[in-house]
């Protein structure tokens, strides 16, 4: 008797919730806000590095107090520029945060996807201290959805593992070690092409929209090296040792493809 096929669009409830969350701040925003109100949300929500530098005189020119200080760690997030940006961040959400979801299970995939939200703030904070630039955006996280993946999507059996059939468990398949992992062709290409991507964003080369507000990919960067190097402390499957973790064929696949708000 043949097992019931994999549905094509296996969404996770907790994925289609984040999207919902996403799309009712944005909607809200744009249709029941006035502008005035649009814009003390956006700089008490948005991550601003000036924040946190004392050299820096914000104080009454910030809305969010101290409290800012410590959510817009998390909650700029929640806020997008345009339907465009939203749209592309929610395509990226669906096919890389609904495998991290389905391995991770609703409430530990809540929890890594706030950490590598923080962790993009750090990366931002890092290099654009003092700055009064707000960032907003939730492509840090999805960023993080992207490193973890990296950790067990290309293990034989995997969601990329092209060759295997029956993909009713792909999602569930022991990660390898980070070393061993680091070996694997179809991750190190993985890599290679995403970091070579966010280069291309940080040097101006690349856009994907027309506002002519600047990426920050370095909170990329810091959202998916927190989704790589810490996917193994919130991973409920049980992992390949090192001495059993075998080396996959050399084949890679082939690459896929001021004030202003900051955005990712």
């Not at 814009?39 to 020119?61: E, N």
């Not at 997008?80 to 991290?100: E, K, R």
């Amino acid at each position: 008797m043949d097992k019931p096929r994999e549905p094509i669009l296996n969404i996770p409830p907790v994925i289609v919730a984040v999207l919902l969350v996403l799309g009712l701040v944005h909607a809200v925003r744009v249709l029941l806000l006035p502008d005035d109100i649009d814009r003390i949300l956006v700089w008490s929500l948005a991550f601003v590095p000036a924040r946190y530098d004392a050299s820096v005189l914000t104080d009454g020119i910030l809305p969010g107090g101290w409290g800012a200080e410590v959510w817009t760690f998390v909650t700029y997030a929640l806020l997008h520029a345009d339907l465009t940006h939203i749209g592309f961040n929610a395509i990226w959400f669906l096919a890389f945060a609904s495998p991290v979801a389905r391995r991770f299970g609703a409430v530990r995939f809540l929890i890594f996807f706030v950490v590598t939200i923080v962790a993009g703030a750090v990366a931002y904070l890092l290099v654009h201290a003092g700055e009064l630039a707000p960032m907003i955006g939730a492509s840090a996280g999805i960023s993080g959805m992207m490193g973890a993946s990296a950790r067990f999507a290309f293990e034989p059996g995997g969601s990329l593992d092209m060759r295997r059939r029956d993909r009713s468990d792909a999602d569930r398949v022991p990660a390898a070690p980070l070393g061993v992992a680091l070996r694997n062709p179809r991750v190190v290409t993985f890599l290679a092409v995403w970091f070579g991507l966010n280069l291309l964003f940080g040097l101006g080369s690349l856009s994907f929209v027309d506002s002519g507000q600047a990426i920050a990919w370095e909170a990329h960067v810091g959202g998916f090296l927190a989704g790589l190097l810490l996917f193994s402390v919130f991973d409920p499957v049980e992992r390949v040792p090192a001495a059993e973790s075998k080396q996959p064929p050399d084949f890679p696949p082939e690459p896929s493809s001021d004030d202003r708000p900051t955005f990712h």
